[in-house]
């Protein structure tokens, strides 16, 4: 993590949103609220005591007060937070010009050394008398003025100072401060009612199309279908989740394992020729799919609403392009849930640079062992096939023996 200044006169974080704010008053209050509940159940999660929380008046902003040793560990979590778009460790006074400008000389000390330029970027909100461009004017001629005194000469540089001392007057309180962080990721808080179901075969893909609807703000239902029934080459899968998992703020997070490998076995054994191996292994995941989002055993999977693919369409999968797209379109078969693919318009340079932004550490699996070649498509042809299979009762003991699986 970059090593950030004069953390140690910081007392709050500063919180600010922004694709939030586009949205209508109604939805904005409601992901502002999921937004704070997130960042608090985070933090506890992280066991990082914070003193209290509040909103702007005017909605713009969110204030986390710490004490300053608490505050590398908040921002590091931050970065992680879908829904934050920037965020300062900042120091509060009150909105009277002589405690800004007392406050503002005590970081221009900090961070302005001789021959330095500088200049203050001024916001404020509320009613004042005084504007915020007499708030650059005063307080920073207190600064040169202060700096005088030891025979440090100041420049002003407005267009390209050296360094910057941002102030932000809100009603009777001022925020001061010197740093912007920029989230990596943005997007939008995770909301409990944008249920995801996650169908991930092995692939990388599969969990990066995952994340993608997490960053808009979804909350996952990993599903993992298990070609390999190998132990080590599934807990590698389970640790490739782990890294997502650091984005959500829940304290438990749960995937489920389907055992794959006995019915697709089956399919095999079955099939005269193996040209739609992987047409019938989709539809297969489809028909498991419905069925599970069906049951009534479990609530919140009945309240799944879409369910994600990792399709991408680059050829980086084993399976071919045209059959990962053209088997896309036979789900209506077994349900209405749509089929998400948000990696379907990316290069294949742009998803291994999102999976390393993500995390250095996700490790690929060998997930299929059968890896047929020459496969095609044939709509038709592979309803046909599927319906002959008369898999329900395979299909069945699959769903009943289904593994959950906590990640904490």
């Given amino acids: ?176 401060f010197t740093d912007i962080i920029y989230s990596d990721w943005g997007g939008l808080p995770i909301e409990t009612s944008k249920k995801i179901a996650c169908m991930d075969i092995g692939r990388l893909n599969d969990l990066l199309a995952a994340f993608m609807l997490m960053r808009r703000g979804s909350e996952l239902y990993p599903v993992l279908f298990d070609l390999m029934e190998d132990e080590a080459s599934f807990e590698t899968r389970i640790s490739n989740w782990k890294e997502n998992v650091n984005f959500t703020p829940f304290f438990k997070f749960t995937v489920r394992r389907i055992k794959f490998k006995k019915i697709m076995d089956k399919v095999i054994k079955q099939l005269n020729v193996a040209d739609y191996t992987c047409a019938l292994c989709r539809l297969l995941r489809y028909d498991i799919m419905s069925k599970i989002l069906n049951s009534k055993d479990d609530k919140n999977l009945t309240r799944i609403r879409a369910i994600s693919d990792g399709v991408s369409l680059v050829d980086i999968s084993l399976c071919p392009d045209q059959v990962e797209l053209e088997s896309i379109a036979l789900n209506y078969l077994f349900t209405n849930h749509p089929v998400f693919t948000p990696l379907i318009g990316l290069e294949p340079d742009k998803i291994s640079s999102y999976l390393k932004k993500i995390s250095t550490n996700f490790k690929k699996v060998d997930y299929c062992p059968y890896k047929p070649k020459n496969q095609k498509m044939n709509s038709e042809e592979v309803k046909k096939i599927y319906q002959s299979l008369d898999l329900n009762k395979l299909v069945t003991e699959c769903i009943q023996e289904m593994e959950k699986i906590k990640i904490i």
């Fill in 1 to 176: 993590m970059k090593e950030y200044l004069n953390l140690d006169l910081y007392n709050l974080i500063l919180i600010r949103y922004n694709e939030i704010w586009l949205k209508s008053t109604k939805i904005k209050i409601r992901m502002i609220k999921a937004l704070l509940n997130n960042i608090k159940i985070s933090l506890s999660r992280k066991e990082i005591p914070f003193h209290k929380y509040q909103l702007s008046n005017d909605s713009t902003r969110i204030y986390f007060f710490f004490n300053n040793e608490e505050i590398p560990q908040a921002i590091e979590l931050l970065n992680f937070t879908f829904g934050v778009y920037s965020f300062s460790p900042a120091l509060r006074t009150s909105a009277k010009m002589k405690n800004i400008a007392e406050r503002a000389i005590e970081i221009a000390e900090r961070i302005i050394h001789e021959g330095d330029s500088f200049a203050l970027r001024v916001k404020r909100s509320g009613d004042h008398d005084y504007s915020s461009k007499d708030v650059a004017v005063e307080v920073g001629q207190a600064i040169i003025d202060h700096f005088q005194k030891s025979n440090v000469n100041l420049k002003v540089n407005l267009s390209n100072p050296d360094k910057k001392i941002f102030i932000e007057v809100r009603d009777q309180f001022s925020y001061i």
